[in-house]
């Protein structure tokens, strides 16, 4: 089956960046996902990559993958007390037609001011 | 607004009771889904349908039966109720992924089931 591992807590002070880790076990993988998960709410999208690429960049966000270890990172640059959420990565395998999308334990992060 | 949008966001309910969720999308999507959210905040697919017919089925008890009248909505009725099925219940829709494709899930705000 699939699974999606990461890291259960990560705390970081206000403008340092943040890492966070994720490894995923389904070699099928087509492309992987970062959502972001504040109280309350439902989970928005932040970024994703296809699986051929190694790395992609969108503002404070960068995306590296690691196809051949299976590891997928979400680095958050100057990280902002607004950052403060639980962020779950996400893959999308061939299983269900390529439909499903299996999340990761989420990871929740705190900044410090 | 162009959203997925659930009710109700809160339901408490006794054990035993039957209660159904509704959910509504107007992103133009043909397919559409129902994950829970444990207390640890795990996630997981229940199922998922693509134009009303049901293409993802996991290993979730009988007593959960969504129904989607259309394309845009994705209901789920929950029959006698216990302890265990509380959560958070997220709607989301996605266009449909074959094979490779990359449309990515939209999700609601959520439904807090409280099961007393």
């Known amino acids: 089956g699939e699974d999606v591992e990461q890291s259960l807590f990560l705390s970081v002070r206000e403008g340092d960046s943040s890492v966070i880790n994720c490894t995923y076990t389904d070699s099928s993988s087509t492309y992987l996902y970062w959502y972001k998960q504040e109280p309350g709410a439902g989970l928005q999208l932040l970024t994703y990559i296809f699986s051929n690429m190694d790395m992609k960049q969108d503002q404070r966000l960068t995306v590296l993958l690691n196809k051949k270890d299976k590891h997928l990172s979400l680095r958050i640059a100057d990280t902002q007390t607004g950052d403060s959420a639980i962020y779950f990565c996400?893959?999308?395998?061939?299983?269900?037609?390529?439909?499903?999308?299996?999340f990761g334990t989420g990871t929740q992060l705190k900044v410090e001011l | 607004d162009t959203a997925v949008s659930q009710t109700p966001k809160y339901l408490v309910t006794q054990m035993g009771n039957d209660k159904s969720i509704k959910c509504e999308q107007n992103l133009g999507h043909d397919t559409m889904y129902w994950y829970k959210q444990d207390s640890k905040k795990f996630l997981k697919i229940m199922f998922s349908?693509?134009?009303?017919?049901?293409?993802i089925n996991e290993t979730v008890p009988n007593r959960f039966s969504p129904k989607s009248p259309d394309k845009a909505h994705l209901n789920l009725h929950i029959n006698s109720l216990e302890l265990g099925d509380s959560a958070v219940y997220f709607c989301?829709?996605?266009?449909?992924?074959?094979?490779?494709?990359?449309?990515?899930?939209?999700f609601g705000n959520g439904t807090r089931l409280t099961v007393t």
């Open positions: 349908y693509n134009n009303k017919e049901l293409i």
């Open positions: 989301a829709s996605s266009h449909l992924n074959l094979g490779g494709g990359n449309s990515p899930l939209h």
């Open positions: 996400a893959e999308r395998g061939l299983t269900g037609g390529g439909n499903k999308l299996t």
